[in-house]
């Protein structure tokens, strides 16, 4: 049974720093794809950043210069940093991994396991 856990989310002021971290249980060999997301309250769930297997990553415009996604593979955790944040980027925030090869990362219904979530607020 696969399980996604993401921990470091919380508040901060505009400008500041976060590292969410999604730690992966269960799986026996590599995700095809692992992914962060993103929901604010009243809006669609979108992607935010994406890393294939082989380490190809993606970000969607609206972070690209300010977040970076990296993985430990050998302690199953995936990361997100995210620097120069905006009250816009304040959503919970899931990670999410794929075991099928898929013709895009950023789009939701192509990841079929999902961790719980964790908020990030950003204060202006």
């Known amino acids: 049974q696969v399980q996604l856990v993401e921990s470091g989310g919380g508040s901060v002021q505009a400008g500041g720093s976060l590292r969410l971290s999604c730690s992966v249980f269960?799986?026996?060999?590599?995700?095809?794809?692992m992914g962060w997301f993103r929901q604010a309250p009243g809006k669609e769930r979108e992607g935010v950043a994406a890393i294939e297997s082989a380490g190809r990553t993606t970000y969607a415009d609206s972070v690209k210069g300010r977040f970076t996604i990296s993985q430990d593979n050998a302690k199953n955790t995936l990361y997100l940093q995210m620097n120069s944040l905006k009250p816009e980027d304040t959503a919970m925030y899931y990670c999410?991994?794929?075991?099928?090869?898929?013709?895009?990362?950023?789009?939701?219904?192509?990841?079929?396991?999902w961790g719980q979530g964790t908020q990030v607020t950003v204060s202006s």
């Open positions: 999410a991994a794929r075991w099928r090869r898929r013709p895009t990362t950023l789009v939701p219904l192509e990841y079929n396991y």
């Open positions: 269960g799986y026996t060999y590599s995700p095809d794809c």
